[in-house]
């Protein structure tokens, strides 16, 4: 080895700290180099260069490997800087709440059409337009919100931050499917019993229809048919919606200095949202599972101000609309509080009368569910 390339090996040496063998120093020299640089590389390339005392012969070799360093710190420093930057950026981006309006705009107008619209359908639609023996336009669109509200909630679950594991999202959803089927099944032969007198606003047994109905022990069976719509049905079908609303509610929270309020679109949402929940409330007989709801989101908003966490948007839209919900159920229950028809009809200490039930009693028109 000549002496140049002994001065060079004792360059890197000093610059890398890593011991070098004479034979491989001229294959090994740039990433030797490359493991030497970062911040501060270039002060001890050059304070290293300087305390050797090399001749001036060697000065243009040595001015190179300065520079060579000088690059490789700058390189380095640069490539720090711009990744703190963009994971500062980052960071705020992520922890910037946003308002799901397409996702709330969907739930609300689904909901509106497909479900509180199925009583307004037949109302409309004559039911000498459509066989007994085959579905009516209510049954449609029941077909199309047991499609389309598995969608959505797990739409909901995807942008929620706080979720369930993958096989109980799956039962969830199976439950939901079969829950709406068998509602959809049931509500079905009740509006056809509606259309042979069939009164909502007494119980089964009451009813004029199955008083002379041979023999007696089919009223057993339509008993089964609506504890299959009232009771059954709604249970599998909302007790998964509930624990996603709450999910979805629970995770939207934020820092406090990062508080939002509630968008303009929010706000023109919040009234048919409202008065969706209130028909889940009354129609769906739901009243101790969304008030148990209720209670867990009030006692969430407790706890997460405690940690400095205040909800966002989403969170404020479930939870306004809840609290709406349950006023609109406080006036619903007080106007009707003296009914003594409806009070038979809705015996026990919870008393949330259905509006179909008010509906036939009170206006002497037959509509389903």
């Given at each position: ?5 002994q ?18 120093t ?45 690059r ?46 199925r ?81 909502l ?53 934020s ?49 997460q ?26 006036v ?38």
């Open positions: 080895m000549d002496g140049g390339a001065w060079e090996e004792s360059i890197i040496l000093d610059c890398c700290d890593t011991p070098l063998q004479p034979e491989t001229a294959r090994e020299t740039p990433a030797s180099v490359r493991r030497g640089g970062g911040p501060g590389g270039y002060a001890r390339c050059r304070a290293s260069i300087r305390s050797q005392g090399h001749s001036r012969s060697r000065w243009v070799q040595i001015s190179w490997l300065e520079d060579l360093c000088a490789l710190s700058s390189v380095t420093c640069s490539v720090f800087c711009s990744q703190s930057a963009g994971s500062a950026a980052m960071e705020s981006v992520l922890s910037k709440p946003r308002f799901h309006l397409d996702l709330w705009l969907s739930f609300t107008v689904q909901n509106w059409i497909l479900d509180v619209g009583p307004v359908v037949t109302l409309v639609f004559p039911a000498d337009w459509f066989p007994l023996n085959r579905p009516g336009a209510a049954e449609y669109l029941h077909l199309l919100y047991n499609i389309t509200t598995p969608l959505i909630l797990l739409k909901m679950l995807e942008r929620s931050p706080r979720t369930l594991p993958r096989h109980v999202v799956h039962l969830g959803i199976i439950a939901v499917i079969m829950g709406t089927s068998l509602h959809l099944a049931a509500d079905s032969i009740i509006r056809r019993l509606l259309l042979i007198g069939y009164e606003h007494l119980s089964v047994r009451e009813n004029p229809v199955m008083k002379n109905l041979e023999p007696s022990s089919l009223i057993d069976s339509f008993e089964l048919l609506f504890y299959f719509d009232d009771t059954l049905g709604h249970l599998m079908w909302y007790v998964p919606l509930f624990l996603v609303l709450f999910l979805f509610f629970s995770g939207g929270f820092h406090r200095k990062h508080q939002e309020k509630m968008p303009a679109a929010a706000w023109m949402l919040l009234i048919p949202s409202a008065a969706y929940y209130w028909y889940l409330i009354t129609e769906g007989q739901t009243f101790i599972l969304f008030i148990f709801t209720f209670f867990a989101m009030t006692a969430t908003v407790m706890h101000r405690r940690r400095g966490m205040v909800p966002d948007g989403n969170g404020l839209f479930v939870l306004y609309g809840f609290s709406a919900a349950l006023c609109l159920v406080a619903w229950v007080a106007c009707l509080w003296n009914d003594s028809v409806l009070r038979k009809k809705y015996p026990g200490l919870i008393y949330v009368p259905q509006p179909r039930a008010v509906f036939t009693l009170h206006l002497g028109q037959k509509t389903p569910a």
